[in-house]
């Protein structure tokens, strides 16, 4: 089972900020936060991770609670083609550890 | 060209037919990994290999079976292909030397249609 709960689904403006986020409650200390998103019927692309640090890249800012217990994805300005199904995941970084995708949100941007 | 490559893109087949579906990488990843996705739903792990000699199952391997016939190749077989496997199947790699940064690395699925 994903040891992550996210919504459903959200809607953004165009333009604006998406921030999606995802509970993980259960987390253990060397589990890394994963995000991925999928785009329409094609395969899931790698967003961001991160273990503790908030992480920016050119994609997205990933921001983790002190706690760890969750965490937002931030889509600074979102464009109509940011429009997918975004999966957060926690994976523990050791032999045999899969990544278990749940439902995921829903993201849609409106223009 | 695409890193990890599916064939077919879409099949369509009848109940009882046993059908292969293939995936080769030029990635170099020792991981590779099939999983089904149904309609509104998250991706679920039907087989993974983390290297050659390597085959786990993983939470939905009934009804299915694979083979590693190479580092870069990894297929995945219905012996007897039943309605409720119509999905989207998807194959991905993943190299597992980069530790804390392990990634997947996703084909671009295949449209499974049991009639």
């Known amino acids: 089972d994903a040891k992550t709960t996210q919504p459903p689904s959200m809607d953004c403006a165009e333009g604006r900020a998406a921030n999606l986020p995802c509970n993980h409650s259960t987390i253990s200390g060397n589990e890394y936060v994963y995000w991925y998103r999928q785009i329409h019927s094609q395969g899931p692309q790698y967003i961001i991770h991160?273990?503790?640090n908030n992480e920016t890249n050119e994609m997205a800012s990933l921001i983790i609670t002190e706690d760890r217990k969750s965490s937002t994805l931030i889509l600074p300005h979102a464009t109509l083609r940011d429009t997918a199904v975004y999966y957060c995941i926690v994976r523990e970084d050791n032999y045999g550890q899969n990544f278990v995708f749940g439902p995921g949100t829903r993201l849609s941007v409106l223009p | 060209d695409a890193d990890v490559t599916q064939t077919p893109r879409n099949r369509i087949t009848k109940t009882g037919k046993r059908i292969m579906l293939e995936c080769s990488q030029t990635?170099?990843?020792?991981?590779m990994y099939w999983y089904r996705q149904d309609p509104g739903l998250g991706l679920r792990l039907i087989y993974y290999?983390?290297?050659?000699?390597?085959?786990n199952k993983g939470e939905i391997s009934d009804g299915y079976s694979v083979s590693r016939q190479a580092q870069a190749k990894f297929s995945l077989s219905l012996e007897s292909a039943i309605p409720n496997q119509t999905a989207l199947y998807f194959c991905?790699?993943?190299?597992?030397?980069?530790?804390?940064?392990?990634?997947?690395?996703f084909g671009s699925g295949t449209q499974l249609s049991v009639l």
């Open positions: 990635k170099g990843h020792d991981r």
């Open positions: 290999s983390f290297d050659v000699k390597d085959i």
């Open positions: 991905a790699t993943s190299d597992p030397s980069t530790g804390g940064n392990e990634k997947l690395f």
């Open positions: 991160g273990l503790k």
